[in-house]
């Protein structure tokens, strides 16, 4: 499998439909020969940007959603095109919610719609997410089509950021079916080597490829650490991104997990 991550770096001066722009020529440019390009969590509105959210909200089919699904039926690609602050539908906001989610959006290589992951973990600790956002209640796990293998798809799960250090998550997800868990992010500098070693640890106990795009510059006050990561199901880092804009491609065996799991069978010692 072929896969490109695009991490994103943005400050506070560049306005969101220029980011949206520009993010969708990116994904034009680098997504043609890949199965599937990831972008970062909440690219757009801007990850620590909480004062903006809600003016920056829209809801899955609205202008961010519609720019994504153009640049991957352009660009041939499955898109992972990160998330965004979701304005839900009425009929979805239950009294005393805020009506908005912090809602990854992924699309296949025709431009549908191929699955939404409200993140279920809000980052915060009483304010931001958890004081602006809703929590998802529902584990996605989801074949995604391989744009350069028709007919074949790989089975993901999608996770967000903070849900990274919540095991139990990527557990329900492998026993979905799971072999690969997807993870966009805006994991700050100061605690980037969380972000790596958590991605090792989650994909080393699940025996699942990890592909984690993070986010990159500064904006609200917050330093982005990079890092984007490709850890393959031995442990083994396929790619690791630096601190600044980049587009980090690796080709991801999948053969080898299957192998893997058969050569050294941990999965088959839990006891539930
Ligand atoms: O867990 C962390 O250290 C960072 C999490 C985060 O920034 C987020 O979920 O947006």
Redesign the pocket.
Known sequence: MRVALIQVAYGDDEPMDARIERVAGLVREHGPGHDLVVLP??WAPG??AYREWADRAQPIDGPIGQVMSAAARDAGVTLHAGSIVEQRESSSVADGDHGLS?TSLVYGPDGELIAAYR?I????FGA??PRLMDAGEEVVVVDLPLATSPGETVRVGLS??????FPELYRRQLDDGASVFLVP????AP?VR??TLLAHARAVENQCVVIACNTAGTHAGTEMGGHSQVVSAKGDALAMAGTGEEVVRVEIDLDETAQWREQFPVLADRRL
């Open positions: 969590e909440l990850g620590f912090n993140k973990h809000r980052f915060g931001g997410e967000t950021c903070y849900d990274l250090r992010a805006a994991w700050p605690r969380h972000w």
